[in-house]
């Protein structure tokens, strides 16, 4: 197995900002993830391609950075069962689905990250969440040393959630996922920008559309270093929401449940005069005001000045508290946003 002592994690987390990790762990096997474990005595974080998380010390965790690599495929009835290793790369299945014609994730292109990391946030974009196609993961958990199946619903998918960010956080592994693809295309096409003249839609069509939209839109952290969408959209009741609509007639919402109603977190941040606000080398994009940017590739506490003056500005103006969807780590693991003092 790989191990790497004092390692640079400027190159291994999306918003570029610099951290060094004691021990760097990349296990390719049930044995050398249990050896990692032990090494580690429970004290570490487990990265996928760092498109979720922000450093926020310049010293961070020991890094176990699991890197399970292969797919198998079972043909059942109407669909496939594809199962793949969590060290893929996410966007490079997607293409493999399309081109092998396995229905299901092409509304999910060009999503950064590895694929164990896709259900620990259920991943989701232009209609599809990843929940939508999992059959069953496949978790290693570090007390039983053993492999655990769950399917779908042992999962407990919600927006940008599931039981991998809470009850078993920090205590297993998702070794691979097993996804249910249709053999016969059937286009999801709710989200507003995926309209269509040409009659025989095939899914590379979708998915070549979902890159153009997500190309026009979010900033490549290659170029410009972010982790997608900061925060989350928020949930609000009913209530609040009759209340917000009266006073700002075109906010954008959808309606969840008969209860519940979901926001557009990006226009409540443009609509708090943020848009392409930028000091000490961060901003907020000029795009997509859901998207913080590291321009400087300066410190991840610079980035959280911003998400907090993001948060103050919009509860003030709208009294809509944002949670974050980026995982924050410091030096000892999984935070949240610390007070800043000055
Ligand atoms: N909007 C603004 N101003 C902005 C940004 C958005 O007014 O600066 C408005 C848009 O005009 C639209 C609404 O907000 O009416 C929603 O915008 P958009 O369709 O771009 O999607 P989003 O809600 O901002 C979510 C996901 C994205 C995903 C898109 C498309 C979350 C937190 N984000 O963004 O996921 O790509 O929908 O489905 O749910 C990610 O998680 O990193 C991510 C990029």
Not at 98 to 104: K, S
Request: proline share 5%; with cysteine; glycine share 6%.
């Amino acid at each position: 197995m790989q191990i790497q002592q004092s390692f640079n994690l400027s190159h291994h987390n999306t918003f570029k900002v610099p951290a060094v990790c004691p021990q760097y762990f990349e296990p390719s096997t049930l044995e050398e993830l249990t050896e990692a474990y032990q090494t580690c005595k429970g004290n570490f974080y487990l990265l996928g391609e760092g498109s979720n998380t922000l450093f926020i010390d310049n010293q961070a965790p020991l890094i176990i950075r699991p890197k399970f690599m292969g797919k198998s495929i079972t043909t059942i009835k109407n669909a496939v069962l594809l199962t793949v290793s969590c060290g893929e790369n996410w966007h490079e299945l997607v293409q493999y689905c399309v081109e092998n014609n396995y229905y299901g994730i092409e509304n999910l292109a060009l999503i950064p990250g590895s694929v164990g990391a896709a259900p620990v946030q259920n991943i989701g974009a232009y209609g599809v969440e990843l929940s939508d196609v999992i059959q069953s993961v496949s978790w290693f958990d570090f007390s039983q040393q053993q492999v655990i199946e769950l399917d779908n619903k042992a999962c407990e998918f919600g927006y940008r959630d599931s039981i991998f960010k809470q009850s078993l956080q920090g205590k297993g592994v998702i070794v691979s996922v097993t996804l249910k693809l249709a053999k016969e295309f059937q286009p999801k096409l709710s989200y507003k920008g995926l309209n269509f003249e040409q009659e025989k839609l095939t899914a590379k069509d979708v998915m070549e559309r979902v890159i153009t939209i997500r190309e026009s839109k979010l900033p490549d952290p290659n170029k410009l270093p972010n982790a997608g969408s900061f925060f989350k959209n928020p949930m609000i009741s009913k209530e609040v929401y009759h209340t917000l609509i009266a006073k700002h007639p075109d906010m954008p919402a959808f309606k969840v449940t008969e209860q519940t109603f979901k926001l557009a977190a990006g226009w409540l941040i443009e609509h708090a005069g943020l848009k392409g606000y930028r000091e000490n080398g961060v901003g907020v994009h000029h795009n997509q005001a859901l998207v913080l940017v590291n321009y400087k590739h300066v410190k991840g506490l610079r980035i959280i000045e911003l998400a907090t003056l993001v948060m103050e500005k919009v509860q003030a103006k709208f009294g809509i508290l944002l949670a974050p969807e980026v995982r924050i780590v410091d030096h000892q693991g999984l935070t949240s946003i610390p007070e800043i003092t000055n």
